[in-house]
């Protein structure tokens, strides 16, 4: 058995806390390091890593003795608000050790051009180096990719992307970096909305042009905004409409759509609520009952079995 891969947490906040608890819990990962400016925040995690898995531990306040030669890190979660991230990520990778960041890669498009540039170089060392897009790897995306890809949805038309959340006052009021252009980078788009602006992207291609108008409209004492609306218009013809917003109380769900010549899909809070699109003859294969609707049996034999499956989602 490969030895184990050690990790050190920068950042332990409310996800760097997820992370920390994740990787200890893996049988290929030990979480070694936790690097906070608060004491209380590292201490706190460490006290739940050490009862639950036992873990020992280096807490520092500054990411600093994680680069030094001989620390025992072999992979970095950088975990720390948005507008520090690629600082932090590039003196990890100059010293060679494998890095994650949290999205979003950061705040400024000048810095995350040249980190692109340094990451490739790292990645031709065999330096891994990647930013937190999970929701790729969600069964109903890589469904929908798939389809996507073998041509079953036809032309891809349109999209729709909806982030329906409620933050209340007291999230922004509970941290000095949110809100912030500075640290935070922007609002319910940049912060909450970035995900399902990623998948978008991932589904539909690159975007040529983007109008947008973007509100502060249920919260006080903040930079940016709390909710957006979009209009894109991507390279292929396809158009698509994104809204994200803070201020949906109670908090709705996450809601993507995407809409071919042969073929939709919906994704609901990440789960495959809809799915038709044309076989590999060139006929029509629906999740749930008739004409696509959810609901429907899928007995052994028929389109939607698991057999014919592009993977195994919940519908």
Known sequence: ???LIRVAIIGCGVIGTHHAIVLAAHPRFEVTMLVDSSDDAAEQ???VLVIEHGAPLVIVSGFEPVVVEG???DLVVVCTPSGTHIDIANATIAAGIHTIVEKPLDVDFAKAREFAALAAAATARGIHVSVISQHRFDPASVAIRGAMADGRFGRVTSAVA???WWRSQ???DGGDWRGTWALDGGGAVMNQGVHTVDLLRW???RPADVHARTGLLAHERLEVEDTA???VRFESGALAVVHATTAAFPGLTVRLQVHGTTGSAIIDNDRLEYFHAAGAAGEGNSAGGAGGV??????????WSTENCVCSVRV
Do not use: E, I, N
């Open 1 to 3: 058995m490969s030895a």
């Open 45 to 47: 995690l460490a006290s």
């Open 71 to 73: 620390a025992p890190v």
């Open 162 to 164: 909806s982030v329906a």
């Open 170 to 172: 007291d999230y922004y």
């Open 203 to 205: 589904f539909l291609g």
């Open 229 to 231: 609306v979009a209009t």
């Open 294 to 303: 959810p609901g429907g049996g899928a007995g052994a034999g028929s389109p």
